[in-house]
């Protein structure tokens, strides 16, 4: 059987070892040896799984109805676990219409949950496991909308201050270290200097994000500009 070899990290995930690009793969391919699977192909993705509109996937599919992969037939898609291909039931119910499905052929393997679905008991395994899986998501959703109610009641901060703000008592006030860097922004890009070329300066002078790295374009054009914006944005909406 021919298969191609799915891996995937969020950028967040990186560092940890067990969801690693390299570990994922070692796995892998120590399973299809074991079943003597041939992969064809490495497809991976380094997004986050909340959706399945990705690169990879997307490349997986064109592969898959094209038959562009020099005149073999993809028989199956490894993955380490069923969390790099997705957390969520509809999207996999989604993907089994578009790839999983008796008209492609192609099969799921799944080499830490044990599942194959060219067999009975693996399909039922997979719509089992998916199932918790929702389950354990929609638990975790309600936990965070109680969380960030309760904080709500009490008057406290629901996320991260915008860029040059800081939460000090309950009170945004402005963050001086990074007041002092808008005002650096400002400066420059009032002098004719490109977006690009101010982040090119402020990486020289070691000047950083709040997560030690090179400011993105998106954020200095938004300084600039005197655009706040939350750096850690909030996806669930609180009711009352």
């Known amino acids: 059987m021919n298969v191609i070899a799915y891996t995937r990290v969020s950028t967040n995930q990186q560092s940890e070892s067990g969801h690693s690009l390299d570990y994922q793969a070692s796995k ?30 997307n490349r997986i599919l064109d592969m898959v109805n094209n038959q562009d992969t020099n005149g073999l037939k993809i028989d199956g898609i ?12 509809r999207d996999f119910h989604k993907l089994n219409e578009l790839l999983f499905n008796d ?18 008991h693996g399909k039922a ?3 089992m496991l998916l199932t918790f899986s929702e389950f354990e998501l929609d638990t975790l959703k309600e936990r965070t909308k109680a969380g960030l109610r309760a904080k709500k009641d009490k008057g406290e901060p629901l996320g991260r201050a915008s860029y040059g703000y800081e939460y000090q008592d309950k009170k945004l006030v402005k963050a001086d270290s990074e007041q ?19 982040r090119e300066k402020l990486f020289q002078e070691k000047k950083y994000s709040r997560s030690g790295r090179k400011f993105t374009l998106s954020l200095i054009s938004e300084l ?10 909030r996806s669930i909406k609180l009711q009352g």
């Open 78 to 89: 490894v993955i380490l676990k069923l969390d790099r291909l997705t957390r969520v039931g």
């Open 28 to 57: 892998i391919k120590c399973y299809c040896e074991l079943h003597n699977l041939n992969i064809i192909d490495m497809v991976t993705d380094t997004a986050s799984g909340k959706s399945i509109n990705r690169q990879g996937i």
């Open 103 to 120: 008209s492609t052929g192609v099969t799921l393997h799944s080499v830490e949950n044990h599942i194959n679905t060219s067999t009975p």
């Open 180 to 198: 002092k860097i808008i005002a650096r922004i400002k400066r420059l890009k009032k002098n004719g200097m490109t977006l690009a070329d101010i």
């Open 224 to 233: 600039a500009r005197g655009v706040k914006r939350d750096n850690k944005k």
């Open 125 to 127: 395994m997979l719509n």
